[in-house]
């Protein structure tokens, strides 16, 4: 099949998603055009690898003032912020010339759409293309009006409480009206599949069929040591650290449980591990001896290897954690909040370890410290799960289906 996939943000060994999905279609037999924005010099070299693995890729340059410009034309519209921050105008003209098959290009039997940021360049592809427009796939990844309504009560900081309010409204009547405009809609969760069924018609359309295709792991990549060396008493929490999720849970992290943990193991020592923390979390480093913030690091996985446990204490959120598939990839065992594993079909006690607050979450950390042979067999155990279900080649089989189903039927309709 010929797949134009279109994502607001160059895909990399972070934006798993995008990253693998296109890796894994192409090892498929299948040909991938990528249309994407690169906003700095990293993403360019991310963009020229994804070229050099044979995928014909598209980026646009695009900066954070055209993104700040865009949200400021669109705040007293209605129109969410995150459906204009990574709109360009460029990018969309290639998005329907492409699609719409002008230039002689071969038609595509698909175009895959990605995450809210990209589902305007969908909808300007519908409008530009007509009749000639192949069907659409929006990955909406997670429901981002579910996050934020999550957010807008539980997030740590007031400007962000402040700020997801003034966007919950506006993005679930978009969302509600996405679901209604594309062939086939995509998450990767049973609770934002339902979260955006349960959204408030938009319109007298009926909403397309929604799939869950969860996220996968790269089970080459991530994978124990060969030669697997923990270190004593040191817990991993991973993740880009701008993310106000993130941010929430290692306050809840650093506030609630480790007090509890360091009352019996005065030797635990926590490892903040991911890009772009904020002024505050790096202050946890500088006022507690026994936390570390990394920042950016070359390669995460030493960080998951050596760890003697992942912590991923999730407040609210929405999706799959990736840092638990992750940690469980590299044979290291994970405990988490319930929230974290609902998307998951793992066995609590079996592959991970689940909590249902801070004393019961200290009481799993403080268990995996101190007994060495459940810690390890967890940890395995946790491997052996996403070996199971994870394997990004047999999810993108899924995800292979869906558009083989939608193509056949645009055919069955040309004729």
């Known amino acids: ?33 990528v249309l994407t924005l690169a906003t700095n010099e990293s993403e360019w070299a991310d963009s020229a690898a994804l070229a050099a693995a044979g995928h014909e890729v598209v980026a646009q340059s695009m900066n954070r003032l055209r993104s700040l410009a865009n949200c400021l034309i669109a705040l007293p519209t209605g129109m969410p912020l995150q459906a204009v921050y990574s709109w360009h105008p460029g990018l969309a003209r290639l998005t329907a010339g492409l699609a719409g098959n002008e230039n002689g290009h071969r038609p595509y039997d698909v175009v895959h759409v990605e995450h809210l940021r990209g589902a305007r360049y969908g909808l300007h592809l519908l409008e530009a293309a ?89 089970l080459d990549y991530f994978r124990p040591a ?22 929430t849970m290692v306050h809840h992290l650093v506030q609630e449980i480790l007090p509890r943990v360091w009352k019996q193991r005065p030797d635990a020592r926590l490892l903040i591990v991911g890009k772009d923390p904020p002024r505050r979390i790096e202050g946890l480093a500088e006022a507690r001896h026994r936390i570390d913030v990394t920042g950016t690091v070359p390669d995460i996985r030493p960080y998951l290897q050596r760890a003697t446990a992942s912590v991923v204490p999730l407040v609210y959120g929405a999706g799959v954690q990736n840092k638990v598939l992750e940690a469980m990839a590299c044979a290291t065992p994970v405990v988490a909040y319930e929230p974290a594993i609902t998307p998951l079909s793992a066995r609590a006690g079996h592959d991970l370890l689940v909590a249902r607050d801070p004393n019961e979450f200290a009481a799993q950390i403080v268990s995996l410290l101190e007994e060495p042979e459940r810690r390890r067999q967890i940890g395995w155990n946790g491997r052996a799960y996403v070996e199971r279900h994870h394997d990004w080649d047999l999810i993108t089989a899924g ?10 039927m645009r055919q069955a309709l040309a004729v």
């Open 399 to 408: 995800l292979e289906a869906t558009y083989q189903t939608l193509a056949s």
């Open 1 to 33: 099949m010929r797949i134009l996939f279109v994502v607001p943000y160059t895909p990399n060994l972070i934006r798993v998603r995008p990253y693998n999905f296109i890796r894994a279609l192409g090892e498929r037999g299948h040909e991938v055009t």
């Open 226 to 247: 060969p030669e697997p060396v923990r270190e004593a008493a040191t817990l991993v929490f991973s993740g880009k650290m701008s993310y106000h999720a993130n941010v």
């Open 130 to 218: 007509g009749e000639k427009c192949p069907p659409i796939v929006w990955d909406s990844v997670d429901c981002i009006s579910h996050l934020f309504r999550q957010a807008s009560e539980q997030s740590s900081t007031r400007s962000r409480r402040l700020m997801t309010r003034l966007e919950l409204e506006r993005t679930a009547r978009y969302e509600a009206e996405l679901i209604r405009r594309f062939d086939h809609v995509l998450v990767t969760s049973p609770v934002d599949r339902q979260a955006l069924l349960d959204l408030p018609a938009a319109g007298e359309l009926p909403a397309a069929p929604i799939s869950v295709i969860r996220n996968g792991v790269d």
